[in-house]
Every structure is written in C-alpha cells, then in structure tokens.
C-alpha cells in the first residue's frame, strides 16, 4: 500500500527498506510474502509504473537527464580524460535503475562471480548465485522467424529461467543488423561458444531484453515486482521520501544497532522505527551516503562535516568501479533504416502509432548484440609476451605494506583473466543509432544530432584496474555526493581498451556486417583517429564515458580488506543494517550488472530470511 507518512498509523516495521529501485523491491516482494512480516519501502522518487517513458522500450533514453525519472549525478573534473566530468544516469523513480536503463539482460561468466569468493566472501561463488540468475525472470522463447534471424539457437532452456518476475525475450522487430552480428563474429572466428547463462562464454551474440513479449512493455522491478502485490496489508510504500540517515543506538557495552530512519516527505521530518533491520538499498552512490550521514565511514571526513562518527570505517565509499565505455559509429548504407530516422517527426509519429495500435516497430526494442572478447592482438605468440610485459611493468607482483587492502588481490584475479583466452576483457555492443561519447550529458551522448544514419560500436572495458570514490561533500541528505571514478587513472586500462577500440574496424570491415556500412562513409566523432596505439589512447581519453555500470562503494570483504559489509550483507560494526544493491559487489562483473542486481537481491532475500527463521 502506498501512502502519506503522516497517515500511516504504524510507526514501527519489522524492516524498512531505503530505496524502492531494482534490488528494494525484489527484498521488498520476497520479505513480506509472510503476512506477519511488516515491511516499509522508501523511495525519493515518483510512483510512474504508468509513464510511457519507462513502459515503452525505445523510449529508455527520453528519461536521461530529466530530473522527473533521473538523479543526473556528475563525477568530479577527471583527471585522466582531461577534466571531462562524467555524467551517470540513476533511476529517480520507482524501480530505480531497472526503469530507466536500456534493458539489456546480460549474464557475468563465472570467473566474475567466482572473483567474490575469492575475497573473502564464504559461500560466494557461481555455484551459489546461478540458480538466483534464473529465480528472478521467466524466459520468453522467440518465434520460429526472430529464432533464425537472430541466431537465438544458443539458448539452453533448461537453464533458463521459468517461473520469475522479470519477463525475458527477444525483440520482434529487427532487421539485417541484428542478422549480420553472430554472422560476422563467426567469420571472425569469435562464434558464441555458449550460453551465456551457463558462465561459460565468449564471442558475438543477440542478447535477450527484460521486455515482456505479451504487451511489448519494459519489465522491471517496479511493474514486475512491486506492482502484483502493491495491495499486501503488511506491505507499506512512501515515494517522494528522501532518507536523512540511519537512526543507531549504543549500547552500554558499546554494540551499536540500528534501530529506524530519519526522513523528510513534504517538508515534514519523519521517525519510524525497525524492530529488526533497516536495509539500505538506495544504491552505488546513496547507500555510502546514507551511511556517512548516519555516522559511519571515514572519522575524519564524517567530524569535518560536524557528524559524529559512530562506528569508524573508512572503507565506506572506497572501491568504486565501473565499465568505461568508448567508441565510434560508422555511417550505414543507404536506406538501411536505424533509429537515426525517428529524427523526423513525421516518422517518429508513424511509429509511436504503430506502437500504440498493434505493439509492434522499433519502439518495441533497443540495443541487442553484443560480444565479449579478449584483446585479439595479444592472442599470438608475440602479443602473449607483450601482454606480459604490460603485466609485469603495471601490477605489483605481491602485497606491501603499503596496500594492505584487496586491491593486489584484485589485480592478481583480473591478471588471471587477462591471461586467459578464452575469457572476455571487453564488452562490444552495437547500436542501430548514433551516439556520441565526446559528451558529457547522457541526454547528449544519445541524442541524434547528425542528419547521416549510423550503427554505433560500444566498446567497454570489462574489468577495469581503476578505483574511485563516492563520499559526502554536506551533512545534507539532499546534497548530491562527492564522486570520484577516477577513470583510466590505472595505466592498463588505457593501454586495454585503446587495442579493444582498434579491433573495430575489423569487425566493421568483416562480413556481413560490412555490406552494411557505406564505404567511405562518415565516422563519429568526425575527427577520430585509431590509426596507432597512441592516436587510439587519446581516443580513449577523449572520448570515455560511463556505461552506467557503478559499483563496490559498501564492498562485501572482510573489514581488513577493504570491506563494508559482511558475507551475510551486514554492514559491519552495526547489528540490524544490511545494504543490499550494486555497491556491495566486491568486484565488477563482466557485462551489464542489472542481472546481477537482480541476483544478489534475490539471494539476500533468502539470508534474510534464514536469519529470521521466516
């Protein structure tokens, strides 16, 4: 149920959860099946299950930048990409992220999950998260048509998911681009060598979308989670909600609980308590915030800002990653159609009609092939001692005192990768549209400002080096925080992704996908160079955005390493809070992380639950 702060008569919950977005609502789903079980959600944002901006597939990036559906958080000037700041597009709404993102259901390998475990993390590894994978959405076989043009064969239905939320499929509506990709990655021996769902897999393949194929909808958490059971009795929801901090209790013998939150909605403070947990799910970059705010992080930084610092951790905030995101677009021949063209307004009425009348055309899907590669020139003999080399020269070859954190750990893990070559350390999308990654905004960067048609090829790094922060610039809530990628500041991200980038133009050049492209057509940006390493990295520096994939700002490890919360998700330090969202990933996982997200809600649903005995 939904309401009024000032009109609920309960004032104490058994949970309460900060954050209706991805991760909230599947707690918040899951939590109070039991009827006896009070749960309290609350979101800074608007209920807008209804909009046709988040319903309607191809409408994703209209949300961008618009403070209605979007935080619209800036990095700080970064220091590597020449004082660019860093636009990051977060879900202002409810279902969070999963509302406003491009729907992209892409699935990590298991190295990335097994990376987890590695940490220090008992009982976290592939084997434990992949049934969760496949507990949170229901796969929706394409038909026989879609099947064959989209190369769908690599499906394994039955490792699919059956019985989920989350609606799965493949689009409909797609042309020869979507044909042509798992053709040429073929041609380029870099064939799908699996399921992605099985950890297994590499090469160039259509991927599926959380859309559901009986009314061409985005699924989400909010419309697939929350809304079946938004009339629970023992399920309350407050929108337009912003939590100021975690309300924490010491003790005598100086343990310290948390014990309720402290929020503003409508300009009145509100109080309300939790009998067992507060769970904050308020994201990469909130959940660290609220944490800070409440007392708990850094001393220093916390008694700058006139906070006390209750439990004294100065991992609160650290290990941001994220997936730095570069690229080019090539001009497409004529009359093949992209999304350029709805630049018309006379054809974006025709196919906002088509949509609205029959649920089918363009507006019904977004982007969807992808591949994941190693770096190729490394894959020879000669390139296997240049990739050594690079490792050698970069990467410490053991701890110091100096680095007592998980980060030598870390590079050892994605080391491993990088020497393997059967595992991808690049994500390569392609996009019928024009993009452009010498902007800031995201509005900008999808924008489609040239009058040519394009494809556009995102290349993103799949296991950056590069470690950020996020961290409170205020001791107000409503203050955005302070953050920090600090991309490319690690030097073998830039020497990876600029050798990624330069594989591009193969791909381009390979067919079928190269009857597609016009010969000497245009490139965006117009002034690129790819044509040496060098030219290829100041590419890079000049034109990286973020592929909205943050993370690792509450780490799940052991506190000596660098950690935030414990392998049970409690914030270490404070009986009764969990954090539960992106930030606890130790380690970024290859691909898009809203799986991921998904997985690990569904997983905490479950501890939670044993830990209650419910």
């Known amino acids: 149920m939904a309401g009024n702060a000032s009109l609920i008569d309960d004032k104490v919950f058994d949970f309460i959860i900060v954050g209706g977005g991805t991760a909230g609502l599947v707690l918040a789903n899951r939590l109070s099946v ?49 004082g660019k700041r860093v636009s990051h597009s977060r879900g202002k709404v409810l279902g969070g ?69 989350i609606q799965s499929s493949f689009p409909e509506f797609h042309g020869p681009l979507g044909t042509a990709w798992p053709e040429t990655f073929k041609n380029l021996d870099f064939a799908l060598t699996a399921d992605p769902l099985s950890g297994q897999s590499s090469g160039g393949f259509n991927y599926l979308s959380t859309v559901d194929p009986k009314t061409w909808e985005r699924s989400h958490a909010g419309s697939a989670y929350y809304a079946p059971i938004a009339d629970r009795p023992n399920l309350h929801l407050l929108t337009e909600s912003m939590v100021e901090k975690v309300i924490l209790e010491k003790s005598e013998s100086a343990a310290v609980t948390a014990t309720g939150v402290q929020f503003l909605q409508n300009g009145s403070r ?78 974006l009425q025709v196919v906002t009609e088509t949509y609205q009348s029959s649920r089918q055309g363009p507006l019904t899907s977004t982007f969807h092939s992808i591949a994941s590669l190693p770096v190729v020139e490394f894959l020879s003999v000669n390139g296997q001692s240049e990739l050594t080399h690079l490792l050698n020269t ?23 990768i990088l020497e393997t070559p059967n595992e991808g350390s690049v994500i390569i999308g392609m996009g019928a549209s024009q993009l452009h990654f010498n902007k800031n905004l995201q509005s900008e960067i999808y924008a489609i400002t040239d009058p040519k048609n394009y494809i556009s090829f995102l290349v993103a790094l799949a296991h950056p080096f590069s470690r950020g922060s996020v961290h409170i610039a205020s001791a107000s809530a409503s203050s955005p925080p302070t953050i920090d990628p600090r991309y490319l500041s690690h030097p073998l991200d830039v020497e990876l992704l600029a050798r990624h980038l330069r594989f591009v133009p193969t791909i381009a050049a390979t067919q079928p996908l190269a009857s597609l492209v ?10 690129m160079d790819i044509s040496t390493l060098d030219a290829a990295k100041e590419h890079c520096k000049r034109n990286l955005v973020t592929n909205n994939h943050p993370c690792g700002t509450c780490a799940m490890m052991p506190l000596s390493k660098g950690g935030v919360v414990d392998e049970r998700l409690r914030v270490h330090g404070v009986r009764g809070l969990r954090v539960v969202d992106a930030s606890v990933f130790p380690m970024i996982p290859r691909g898009n992380i809203q799986s991921s997200v998904y997985a690990v809600a569904e997983r905490a649903a479950d501890l939670i639950k044993e830990d209650w005995q419910y």
Not at 129 to 157: C, G, Q, V, W
Not at 292 to 321: H, T
């Open 34 to 82: 039991d009827p006896k079980v009070s749960v309290l959600v609350i979101e800074a944002g608007v209920d807008r299950l209804k909009d046709p901006k988040i319903t309607i597939p191809g409408l994703a990036t209209l949300t961008y930048n618009d403070p209605q559906y979007d935080w619209s958080f800036n990095t700080v000037p970064q220091e590597h990409l020449y």
């Open 97 to 165: 992220s999963s509302a406003i993102n491009v729907l992209a259901l892409i699935y990590p390998p298991k190295s990335s999950i097994d990376a987890w475990g590695k940490l220090g993390n008992t009982g976290w590894d592939w084997e434990a998260l992949a049934p969760y994978y496949r507990k949170f959405h229901t796969f929706n076989a394409p038909s026989d048509r879609t099947a064959e043009a989209l190369a769908t064969n690599y499906i394994d239905e039955a490792i699919q998911g059956k019985s989920g939320p």
């Open 270 to 347: 509100y109080v309300r308590k939790a009998r067992n947990e507060v769970i904050l799910s308020a994201g990469v970059f909130q959940s660290p915030q609220i944490l800070e705010l409440s007392g708990i992080g850094p001393p220093k930084l916390l008694q700058s800002l006139g906070i006390d610092a209750i439990v004294e951790n100065s991992n609160v905030g650290e290990n941001l990653q994220d997936h730095p995101l570069t690229g080019m677009c090539c001009e497409v021949v004529d009359g093949l159609l992209t999304t350029d063209m709805i630049r018309d307004p006379q054809v």
């Open 394 to 416: 970069h990467l410490p070859t053991s701890s110091t005192p100096e680095d007592p954190s998980s980060q030598t750990t870390q590079h050892a893990i994605i080391r491993s």
């Open 518 to 527: 016009k010969d000497g057509g245009q490139r965006l940006p117009a002034d």
